[in-house]
């Protein structure tokens, strides 16, 4: 896509969100996109089929940008340096600190995860859990890495692990945003990643 029409994609994409984030989902028709950036239906017609389409987009850039996170070379090119604890926790904090960071550049992300948007229907619920499940399945494959690796323990199970980082680390953005606290502290990533650490390391 010409740099114009990422530009014009992206413009549609952030009015529809903070609409959504202030109005509701239902509450927000393309037609009100349109009026506020001065453009034609058919404009956003070329980029998106309806909003439900224009929800998904932000799902799939997040997910995107976890993958790098989660990137596997990275992984492998960290771990053929034989990292010992200290620095095995530095490259923790520093993945935690960076998928954070994506979900707080899109607050809609955990605004949808705890149904705060009004008026989202179960197909987007549903779209929502998947894109969950995927960042789950990211970490979940990591874990099974460091087991592998003899780094953590052997009687975890990957899956619930994951879950419970997902789970606790969404939880945490959630209530510092709501709070209005600085999640970004490096303090706090400290402490999620100790804990986390602690929990798993042999």
Known sequence: MPPKGERRKQQIVDTAKQMFIEKGFQST?????CEKL????GTVYQYFRNKKEILYAILEDVL???EDIFDQDDFNEFFSSN??????????NKRLMSCISVL??????????????????EDVNEEVGKAVAAISKHVAREVEDLMARGVYKQSLDPKITAMMIVGGVMLVVYEYDRTKQNVLDSNLISIIAKNYLYGVLK
Not at 29 to 33: F, K, P, R, S, T
Not at 83 to 91: C, D, T
Request: net charge negative; glycine share 8%; charged share 30%.
């Open 29 to 33: 028709h393309i037609g009100q996109v």
């Open 38 to 41: 001065d453009i034609a239906r």
């Open 64 to 66: 995107e940008k976890i």
């Open 83 to 92: 990292p010992n604890s200290e620095q095995i926790l530095e490259f923790i």
């Open 104 to 121: 707080l550049g899109e607050p809609i992300v955990i605004k949808l995860i705890y149904k705060e948007i009004i008026g989202v229907d």
